[in-house]
Structures are given as C-alpha cells and as structure tokens.
C-alpha cells in the first residue's frame, strides 16, 4: 500500500467589490478593449477597506472545511500561500488558526507569490507522505489590491483580491497513477530574474511597497517554464498532456494560459479559466480556479488535473493530482 494526500474538500470567498474593466478608464489612459484583448481580464473582486488576507482566508477556510464535511480540530496543519500577510509577523496561518477555534497542530505560511499554493500543496503533500501530518489545510489568500500603485496603467488592471483552500486528507492507494491524490510534484525557482517581478518596498524600507513588473520579460518566462514544469510533473509518472482530463493554470493572463495548453498539446475546453473574472489574484488564483472549476461540475472525482503557476522570484512549479 502507498500513502496518498487526497483532495477532501475545497472552497473559495471572494469580496463583494467587483471591479470591471469599464472603471480605469475613467482614471487611466487605457480601455476595456485593451484589458481585455491583452489579458482576458474582464472585472475583478476588491477586497473591502480594512478588510485583510487572514479575513479572506478564513471565510475561504470555512467553506473547505464544509465541503469536507471536517471541523478545525479535526485538522493537523494549516499553511496559508500569501504575498500579502495582514502583518509582518505573526503568519496569517496562525491567524487562521486561532479564528478557526483550533488549539493544537502547527500553521505558518508559505511565500512563493504566485506559485505559492503550488509551493504550499506540495509541503502539504511532503508532510503527509511523511506522516508528520495526517489531514492539511491549504489556503492562497491575496490582497494585491494593497499593493497595486493605482497610478501604473501597466499593473493595477491586471490583479485582485480572493481566496480559496484545499484539504488534504491521508489515504491509501495502491501505488499506481490510478490513485486518488497527488501523484507527483516539481518545484523551481531562479533568482537571477528576480527584478522582472517584485515589490519595491518591505521592512528594511519601512515601506509596504508597489508592485513593479517587466510584463513582457515575465510573459516570455511564463509560457516556456510552464510547459516544461508541467511536462516534468506528467514524466515523473510516466504520463502526457494525452493522459490529462484539466488543466489549472495559474489564472493570470488568458494569452500565457492558451499558449501553454498549446505546449502541451491540450485544447482549452479541458482548461479551467477563471481569469475574465478574478484577475491575477496571485496565490489564490489555483485554489479559487479549482474550487469554481469543480462549482461549474467541470472537474470530478477520479478526474487527472494538472495544476501550474508562476511568479516572483522567478519561482514555479506543478503538481499533479487525482482528484
Ligand atoms: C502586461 C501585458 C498584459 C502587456 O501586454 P503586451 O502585449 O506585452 O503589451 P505590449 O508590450 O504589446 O504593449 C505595451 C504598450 O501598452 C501600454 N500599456 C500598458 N498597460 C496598458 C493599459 N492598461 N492600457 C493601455 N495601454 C497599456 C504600454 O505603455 C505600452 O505602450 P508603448 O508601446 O507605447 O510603450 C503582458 O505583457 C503580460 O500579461 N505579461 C505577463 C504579466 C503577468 O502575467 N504577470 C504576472 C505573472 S504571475
């Protein structure tokens, strides 16, 4: 028998606010057309003022653990993948943890930006096959929106705010790619790249910080480091984009998530897109992609999914899954 860390829930919260495209062009020199031709983004959910990332991740949590059909304490890890922490210190993860009413087992967060739930669900994966855990929370909870400069046409169109959890339940398979559960994992990042995409601000400025980003620059790295880690997820299993029922791509520009269907030889009607409505919500992007994905009755039980995502640092990654 193997160990696997199978899908046991999932579920999503986005704020109330939503932001369509028509709105900047009442700030900024640009247009719907633009947004949406550049980037298929076509409105996004803002966070409320004074409403934070821990916020989003719990609501985000509660819903996980209801479609689970789990209470907190029956739960032995939460990590949360976020960029943008209600505080410097403590994570959002214990934040989450103490909200949720649960007093034992261990939280921290996870910071890859927008490949952190990737980052985050293969730890999750690790510490179960380890049995250091035996059921994971994981949560992507973002508020870009705080660190969007508003004034920066090339930017602030493209991100929001949301969050979505997974939980990952121990189980036992027999060993083969027919088995419930993550099948396999890869995990890179190259810091040499690491001023194509960063925040320019942080504690030993004093300064929370904007978003600067060489679009072009990251859009050329995206497609080609994609494919290929979702390529190398599929090979350590011996399966192809063939053997594939979805697709998850981090949602961040419709134009970067066709040309790496197109890589991998996969159509987009088995690719879960949810940018035209989030935007880039950077971490929370998969989790809230797959949550709506299986909302929509796209992805079901048994179903192969390939899940990728890259972003700041550069970092990037794949994981594979039954779910
Ligand atoms: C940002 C992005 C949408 C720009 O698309 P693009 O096709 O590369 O855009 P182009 O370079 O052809 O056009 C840039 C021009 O549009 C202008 N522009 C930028 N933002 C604009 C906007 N919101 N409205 C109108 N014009 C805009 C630029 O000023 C530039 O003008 P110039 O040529 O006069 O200097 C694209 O590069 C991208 O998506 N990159 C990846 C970004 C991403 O996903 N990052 C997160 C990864 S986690």
């Given at each position: 028998?193997?160990?696997?860390?199978?899908?046991?829930?999932?579920g999503h919260?986005?704020?109330?606010?939503i932001?369509?495209?028509?709105?900047?062009?009442?700030?900024l020199?640009?247009?719907?057309?633009?947004?949406?031709?550049?980037?298929?983004?076509?409105r996004?959910h803002?966070?409320?003022?004074?409403?934070?990332?821990?916020?989003?991740?719990?609501?985000?949590?509660r819903?996980?653990?209801?479609?689970?059909?789990?209470e907190?304490?029956?739960?032995?890890?939460?990590?949360?993948?976020?960029?943008?922490?209600d505080?410097?210190?403590?994570?959002?993860?214990?934040?989450?943890q103490?909200?949720?009413?649960?007093t034992?087992?261990?939280a921290?967060?996870?910071?890859?930006?927008?490949?952190?739930?990737?980052?985050?669900?293969?730890?999750?994966?690790?510490?179960?096959?380890?049995?250091?855990?035996?059921?994971?929370?994981?949560?992507?909870?973002e508020?870009?929106?705080?660190?969007?400069?508003?004034?920066?046409?090339?930017?602030?169109?493209?991100?929001?705010?949301?969050?979505g959890?997974l939980?990952?339940?121990?189980?036992e398979?027999?060993?083969?790619?027919?088995?419930r559960?993550?099948?396999?994992?890869?995990?890179?990042?190259d810091?040499?790249?690491?001023?194509?995409?960063?925040?320019?601000?942080?504690?030993?400025?004093?300064t929370t910080?904007?978003?600067?980003?060489?679009?072009?620059?990251?859009?050329?790295?995206?497609?080609?480091?994609?494919?290929a880690?979702?390529?190398?997820?599929?090979?350590?299993?011996?399966?192809?984009?063939?053997?594939?029922?979805?697709?998850?791509?981090?949602?961040?520009?419709?134009?970067?998530?066709?040309?790496?269907?197109k890589?991998?030889?996969?159509?987009?009607?088995r690719?879960?897109?949810?940018v035209?409505?989030h935007?880039?919500?950077?971490?929370?992007?998969?989790?809230?992609?797959?949550?709506v994905?299986?909302?929509r009755?796209?992805?079901?039980?048994?179903?192969?999914?390939?899940t990728?995502?890259?972003?700041?640092?550069?970092a990037?990654g794949?994981?594979?899954?039954?779910?």
């Open positions: 028998m193997t160990v696997r860390a199978v899908v046991a829930g999932v919260y986005l704020p109330d606010r932001v369509p495209n028509s709105e900047f062009e009442v700030s020199d640009t247009s719907d057309e633009w947004i949406r031709s550049r980037s298929g983004i076509e996004r803002i966070a409320a003022p004074g409403q934070t990332t821990s916020d989003m991740a719990i609501r985000a949590a819903a996980a653990l209801a479609d689970a059909g789990l907190p304490d029956d739960l032995d890890a939460i990590i949360v993948a976020t960029s943008t922490a505080f410097t210190f403590p994570s959002a993860a214990t934040m989450v103490a909200e949720l009413g649960m034992k087992g261990f921290f967060d996870v910071q890859a930006v927008c490949a952190g739930f990737i980052y985050a669900l293969s730890n999750a994966n690790a510490l179960i096959l380890s049995g250091q855990a035996r059921r994971v929370l994981i949560i992507g909870a508020t870009f929106s705080k660190i969007m400069d508003w004034t920066d046409r090339s930017t602030c169109v493209l991100f929001g705010d949301g969050a959890a939980i990952l339940d121990t189980a398979g027999d060993g083969t790619t027919s088995d559960g993550v099948l396999s994992t890869d995990l890179n990042s810091g040499r790249y690491r001023d194509i995409l960063y925040v320019d601000g942080g504690v030993s400025t004093q910080g904007f978003l600067r980003m060489e679009g072009k620059e990251v859009f050329r790295h995206a497609v080609e480091k994609l494919a880690t979702a390529t190398t997820a599929l090979e350590k299993v011996g399966l192809t984009g063939a053997d594939v029922d979805w697709v998850v791509p981090h949602q961040a520009n419709i134009r970067i998530i066709a040309g790496t269907a890589k991998l030889g996969l159509p987009m009607d690719v879960v897109v949810t035209q409505d935007g880039n919500t950077s971490a929370a992007s998969i989790p809230l992609a797959l949550s994905g299986k909302e009755g796209q992805i079901k039980r048994g179903d192969l999914v390939v990728e995502a890259i972003g700041g640092g550069l990037w794949a994981v594979v899954l039954r779910w």
